[in-house]
């Protein structure tokens, strides 16, 4: 038997993604956003409220977008509840070291090893408001300490996801089965 809830935004897994972005003295910020996902074959979509993030792309026209892992899910979880202002080093704080990405204008995180480089595609909205951003991805940067041979090890990234219905952060762990193969057997 089902049980309705009505409207929720309820969806598994919503992916943990953090926003990098430089503002305008080139001052790296990062923030912490659920409701994103690949939109095209080379195109990111997220949908933003009105941050001092979502005032910098548009200042910008480039971020990057990291996969939050079980390892930095504190500071992960710290960056959406913080907003970066002149009086508190945000990133100080969080423990995030930002480099320059050779790609766009926007920052990388030494500890987050999994990473997007995105130029924006398109944004709505006026400043001040929130926006849907759509990105197309220039470059995939990604640590070696995650990867297996030339493809990502999920067991050593350890992504998170974000679970709305009881807030709460889960680990995604385990290999099931092979994509585009286990159901050909129904064929």
């Not at 309705?4 to 503002?23: A, C, R």
């Not at 095209?40 to 941050?51: A, G, K």
């Not at 991805?137 to 709305?164: C, H, M, R």
């Not at 889960?170 to 092979?178: P, Q, W």
Request: proline share 3%.
């Amino acid at each position: 038997m089902r049980k309705d809830f009505g409207q929720k935004t309820w969806l598994y897994p919503m992916p943990v993604l953090i926003i990098g972005s430089y503002d305008e003295n080139h001052k790296a910020d990062a923030m912490n956003a659920a409701w994103g996902g690949i939109y095209d074959y080379n195109q990111i979509f997220v949908s933003l409220s009105s941050h001092r993030t979502t005032s910098n792309i548009r200042k910008s026209g480039a971020f990057t977008i990291s996969v939050a892992t079980k390892k930095m899910v504190e500071t992960c979880d710290y960056v959406g509840l913080v907003s970066q202002n002149n009086d508190e080093n945000k990133m100080l704080k969080a423990g995030l070291h930002d480099f320059e990405s050779k790609h766009v204008n926007a920052p990388l995180f030494e500890e987050l090893p999994f990473t997007l480089e995105c130029k924006v595609v398109s944004m709505d909205g006026e400043e001040g408001d929130g926006a849907y951003l759509i990105g197309e991805i220039v470059n995939v940067s990604i640590d070696e300490s995650v990867l297996d041979g030339d493809k990502v090890d999920i067991l050593k990234l350890e992504p998170i996801a974000f679970d709305p219905i009881n807030n709460k952060y889960v680990l995604l762990e385990e290999n099931v089965a092979d994509a585009f193969r286990v159901g050909a057997k129904l064929k």
